[in-house]
């Protein structure tokens, strides 16, 4: 008997502590979470704080919506927004770990429309080894020097051919030509369809498909996602067919010749390693769909925003034209054509490119989701949690950039190289940097080069709005004039502060008209004149050297 209470005193005992050990334990953790997990206010039930994510959306400075929050809460807040709660990190070495710790803690969450529209084979949501294989085939085929080399051709012919359409035209709305440019260049390097019908039914078709990629999750006929779904099916029925073509042909010929686009590339990538599955024909369809978007949404708007943000600074514009102009000159003077290390080299150039990218904030974060519980910089992001990494945040942070709304591509002159830089991510980065980089940096050199060294334009009036993607209010309407058919007096405007002109160089321009003395004929009979860079006119004769004055030429009939 008295061992039989032993026992039980012993077990009740063994409970008790047992007991007391766990709710200490629990307690320990719940104090972890509670100083942990990021501060903020998830807002109304269901709708959270969402009216005030998009009224901040339709201003001129969407990150207010961030910065009110960073301002109560710190840099790392949660929020509810588009019917989940999410923890917002606008902190670059939080984004970075979000980044880099892609796959085995953080995975792509993207919102239900546009995981709809994608498919379940889609690039951006796929993980793991398979995401790795993709990724890899198709950076490495766009990063190839063999690529770029052939494709600066293409994207110079498409260019020409656009920018010389315009030469009848007095109005351009540039957010819709440079899709054509852009979506184009893309279809050729993706799967070798070149202009005519084909095209036009993959342009189409595609404009339908990508408007859903936004919009309310309902799908049944009538609703934007049903139509948009109905699109993909009709673009999938046609690009499946080019790729079925694609592999006949492959299999019918033995010879191994490099490949042409990225078709070519995922086909061959199962035909060449036995031990791989073939990727199926419906996933490279899929993916080629996919991979169209950046052709008709993002490049085309960093175009469009480096043309907005150059119109409203004239001293830029200024620079871009004097640099471009000058490598216009030299490879006349050679008889060569550029090539795409030429127009990646151009260090003004591509501190425009860096600074719109910064200020246009096209893909302004990424979604994530932790697959884990997490703490990174002493924030307990619990599993489960959707994480918003704001890459428009960083961007528009004085910290990391002085005066951050001001277009100042000088900045990089000082910043340095901007790759690898946690403070400027418009191309992502960690494992899903966007494979597309190097391309897209390539197709902006190449449009504006031709823009800059054939057109003069003024811009009208126009807004961005952020929401729910970049784009412009009136698709950047923009007055043009063919540099040929400029009054000379008209290009000296141009590039001159007639304040700085010395009496005697003043009395050249009479009454807005240039005269002899200003305009310089070459051997070929070509008339020229030469503007410095600080805006003062050398007078030049046959036999002093453009280059000694670093000045750059317009022609002139
Ligand atoms: C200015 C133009 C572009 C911008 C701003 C941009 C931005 C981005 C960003 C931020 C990501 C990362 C998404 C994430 O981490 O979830 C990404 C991924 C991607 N981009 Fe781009 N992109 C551009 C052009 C292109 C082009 C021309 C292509 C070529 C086809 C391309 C193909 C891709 C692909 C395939 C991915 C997915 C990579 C993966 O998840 O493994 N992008 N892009």
Known sequence: MEWGIGLLLSVLMGTFVGWFWYKKKKKKTMMVMKSGVPKGNLGWPFIGETLDFIACGYTSRPVSFMDKRKFLHGKVFKTHVLGTPIIVSTDPDVNKVVLR????????????????????????????????RVHALIGGFLRSPRLKTRITRHIENSVKLILGSWQHMQLIHVQEETKKITFEVLVKVLMSVGPGEDLNFLKREFEEFIKGLICLPIKFPGTRLYKSLKARERLLTMVKKIVEERKLGMEKTDEKSNPIDAVDVLLRDSEESNEKQSLPLDFISGIVIEMMIPGEETVPMAMTLAVKFLSDCPLARHQLMEENMELKKQKTNSAEDCSWTDYLSLPFTQNVINETLRLANIINGVWRKALKEIDIKGFLIPKGWCVLASFISVHMDEENYENPYQFDPWRWEKLGAAVNNNSFTPFGGGQ??????????????????????SYRWVAQEDDIIYFPTVKMKRKLPINVTPLMQLPVVWRIQESLNFGSLSPQQKGAIRNGICTAAM?????????????????????????????????FNIECN
């Open 101 to 132: 710790n892609h796959g085995n803690i953080f995975i792509p969450a993207y919102p239900k429309s546009i995981r709809e529209l994608l498919g379940q084979h889609s690039i951006l949501q796929m993980n793991g080894d398979l995401q790795k």
């Open 519 to 551: 305009i310089f004929k070459n051997s070929n009979g070509t008339v020229y004149y030469g503007v410095s860079s600080h805006g003062t006119i050398y007078f030049q004769s046959s036999r002093s050297p453009w280059a000694l004055f670093g000045s």
């Open 432 to 453: 899903r940097l966007c494979p597309g980089l190097e391309l897209s940096r390539l197709e902006i050199s190449i449009f504006l080069h031709h823009l800059i060294t």
